[in-house]
């Protein structure tokens, strides 16, 4: 059972930066691709991007693309989502996943969901 933990949510204005982190407990974090997520009120969860087990490879939805960025630490069991000139469409609880095995965009292919963190983005 893989338990994520994620933090750095909050509010910050459009156009500037937040860097959200989601801490595994498990020691096989190196195993598992991971990926970020989020929904916004009266919308469905959506991917946002992801990152390979070895993070030489990364993914990302057309709507964050070339303002969001993935990475990992694996010996932290850490995974980081840096969001630079944020938007107003881009407050949503953000949420981390896990999943053995390729980056995926389905929701119900990840095996493993933290509790969310809030990021919201004021005018």
């Known amino acids: 059972q893989v338990q994520l933990v994620e933090s750095g949510g909050g509010l910050v204005q459009a156009g500037g930066s937040l860097r959200l982190s989601c801490a595994a407990s498990e020691r096989t974090f190196s195993n598992y691709a991971m990926g970020w997520f989020r929904q916004a009120p009266g919308k469905e969860r959506e991917f946002v991007g992801g990152?390979?087990?070895?993070?030489?490879?990364?993914y990302y939805a057309d709507s964050v693309k070339g303002r969001f960025s993935i990475s990992r630490d694996n010996a932290k069991n850490t995974v980081y989502l840096q969001m630079n000139s944020l938007k107003l469409e881009d407050t949503a609880v953000y949420y981390c996943?896990?999943?053995?095995?390729?980056?995926?965009?389905?929701?119900?292919?990840?095996?493993?969901w933290g509790q969310g963190t809030q990021v919201t983005v004021s005018s």
């Open positions: 990152i390979s087990w070895s993070g030489g490879s990364t």
């Open positions: 996943a896990a999943r053995r095995n390729s980056i995926v965009t389905p929701t119900t292919a990840w095996d493993y």
